[in-house]
């Protein structure tokens, strides 16, 4: 078998890629279903709450944020959100500075149901937090899967994190006092 | 905000859910769309080529089996295998000592087509694999994603895994080989 100038081989690298591709399938198709089955009664899709959920940490997001962030097309980001203003959880708005861009707010009424989805999150009721009860009983928290946040962050970037990071920091004063 | 019986609150899970769902979410859709991109000359999906690839390590394999393994519904998985069947590349049977099991094989002209896909894995082509190299160079050896693995053996249980483990023993001959 071929080797690479590297100190891996073509077959290690494909074994590699094939391990993170079953575990990456496996584990996202369980995260989509525990998603899916926690906005059920919202009835959104997870790219409708995802965007909503983006825009509540940005306060005012573009739609090329929402699609870098919500990791899906720009022309997905921009359907979905035009049905969320339809149902008038969004409004769409230029900035006086900036008359290019389009913006994007929730309404009082996306912000409300945006805190709401989030009271609503009951733990047990979450596949892959049930799974990762073990590590925290083990380690005394939860895991922070490192390996994948380094790749992650090499594929999409420090902005990415940042903002990934930023989003907790922008949600957590709400949800204390909820 | 309320505390759960646990050396855990509602917040830390909440936040250790969404930050699960963000990661996983990230790496999926880069990993989806390498996967497309490395068997696009092959006209195949990705659940067709999962289906074909769980079977050259199977050996032969039942329609549940390729489900579970495949992280597909039943459903799915047969009506992909029944395409793949209609294109040459398996074939269904049924067992002397076990005629209520249907049992699925790849053909010769599967088989060949599960390796030659193997073979024309090119590293540098995948996306994940380019983001794990700083990992690679920093400690010597691709990364094991052991909390990954432990949330997914909690999920799917210990079957799972070692099929898991044992796909990779049984095509790692005929790879050396190539």
Same mark, same amino acid.
């Given at each position: 078998?071929?080797?690479? #100038? &590297?100190?891996?081989?073509?077959?290690?690298?494909?074994?590699?890629?094939?391990?993170?591709?079953?575990?990456?399938?496996?584990? *996202?198709?369980?995260?989509?279903? &525990? *998603?899916?089955? *926690?906005?059920?009664?919202?009835?959104?899709?997870?790219?409708?709450?995802?965007?909503? *959920?983006?825009?509540?940490?940005?306060?005012?997001?573009?739609?090329?944020?929402?699609?870098?962030?919500?990791?899906?097309?720009?022309?997905?980001?921009?359907?979905?959100?035009?049905?969320?203003?339809?149902?008038?959880?969004?409004?769409?708005?230029?900035?006086?500075?900036?008359?290019?861009?389009?913006?994007?707010?929730?309404?009082?009424?996306?912000?409300?149901?945006?805190?709401?989805?989030?009271?609503?999150?009951?733990?047990?009721?979450?596949?892959?937090?049930?799974?990762?009860?073990?590590?925290?009983?083990?380690?005394?928290?939860?895991?922070?899967?490192?390996?994948?946040?380094?790749?992650?962050?090499?594929?999409?970037?420090?902005? #990415?994190?940042?903002?990934?990071?930023?989003? #907790?920091?922008?949600?957590?004063?709400?949800?204390?006092?909820?």
């Amino acid at each position: 078998m071929r080797e690479t #100038f &590297d100190d891996y081989t073509i077959k290690e690298s494909l074994f590699f890629s094939l391990r993170m591709m079953q575990l990456s399938k496996a584990l *996202w198709k369980t995260i989509e279903k &525990d *998603w899916q089955q *926690w906005i059920n009664p919202y009835d959104l899709t997870i790219n409708e709450h995802h965007i909503l *959920w983006i825009i509540y940490y940005l306060k005012d997001a573009s739609i090329s944020e929402i699609a870098k962030l919500g990791v899906m097309h720009v022309s997905t980001a921009f359907n979905f959100s035009k049905k969320l203003e339809i149902r008038g959880y969004l409004q769409f708005s230029k900035k006086e500075n900036d008359m290019r861009n389009t913006y994007i707010q929730l309404t009082e009424k996306g912000e409300e149901l945006v805190l709401s989805i989030f009271k609503a999150y009951e733990p047990l009721q979450n596949t892959v937090f049930k799974g990762s009860l073990p590590l925290h009983h083990l380690h005394g928290k939860f895991p922070d899967f490192i390996e994948m946040m380094t790749i992650v962050r090499s594929i999409y970037g420090n902005d #990415f994190m940042k903002m990934f990071e930023y989003s #907790f920091d922008n949600i957590e004063k709400p949800i204390e006092n909820a």
